[in-house]
């Protein structure tokens, strides 16, 4: 158990569905960050917030959409996904953002599937 | 951004000692060393991380070259939970740098 906590942990949609994955962590932390995990490759950072504000977005197409109401919860909004976007999705947190001794915590993630 | 580089896999012995090497030839003076592991259907973990000096704890034992062109990440003793993709990554000293994994090394330890 690491503190953050995601919701599901399997997804299955179409591409024309609209989901949300959840994100909750209970660290105090005041970072949180989502990551995807294609079969085979690297994790890919997606989002980064900072104090409920992002600070960075890797390019990411605008069917992903992130939300941070507050620092203890972060949404990652799906609509018209494609069969690529199948992956495990990371949430994870820290206590501050990009500092390099800084440890970040993970969750189990969500596998999704999209057909 | 420093790279690194890992062997994609490893074979340990159970109750065995292994070290997990990684290479990283273009650090710069104000990176960190940091290592994750990733258990099978689990998020990443921190394991251990240093910055010149080696560094011990309950997980393992992290060995810095004196020119800090390489690591080595130690497990004193292999158990079958310690089977995961073990990740060394750089963390530059300067503001607003993320953690940015590569392939890692799959390690595998035998019964």
């Known amino acids: 158990e690491t503190g953050v906590t995601q919701t599901p942990r399997h997804l299955v949609m179409g591409m024309t569905n609209k989901k949300s994955l959840k994100c909750e962590q209970h660290?105090?932390?005041?970072?949180m960050y989502w990551y995807k995990q294609s079969a085979k490759k690297p994790l890919e950072l997606m989002f980064v917030?900072?104090?409920?504000?992002?600070?960075e977005n890797n390019s990411v197409p605008s069917r992903f959409s992130p939300e941070c109401p507050n620092s203890s919860h972060l949404f990652l909004h799906l609509h018209t996904l494609q069969p690529e976007d199948s992956a495990l999705y990371l949430c994870?947190?820290?206590?501050?953002?990009?500092?390099?001794?800084?440890?970040?915590?993970f969750g189990s993630g969500t596998q999704l599937s999209v057909l | 951004d420093a790279k690194t580089t890992q062997p994609n896999s490893m074979e340990s012995n159970e109750e065995e000692p292994v070290h997990l090497p990684c290479n990283h030839s273009?650090?710069?003076?104000?990176?960190?060393i940091h290592w994750y592991r990733q258990l099978p259907s689990q998020g990443p973990e921190y394991v251990i991380h240093?910055?010149?000096s080696n560094v011990n704890n309950r997980m393992a034992s992290l060995a810095i070259a004196e020119d800090r062109k390489s690591s080595t990440l130690i497990l004193h003793r292999a158990t079958l939970r310690d089977a995961a993709v073990y990740y060394c990554?750089?963390?530059?000293?300067?503001?607003?740098?993320?953690?940015?994994f590569g392939g890692g090394t799959r390690l595998m330890v035998k019964p």
């Open positions: 917030y900072s104090l409920e504000e992002r600070v």
């Open positions: 240093g910055l010149t």
């Open positions: 660290l105090g932390h005041n970072a």
């Open positions: 990554i750089l963390r530059d000293g300067g503001a607003g740098n993320m953690l940015t």
């Open positions: 994870a947190s820290s206590h501050l953002m990009g500092d390099p001794y800084e440890k970040l915590f």
């Open positions: 273009t650090i710069s003076g104000t990176d960190y």
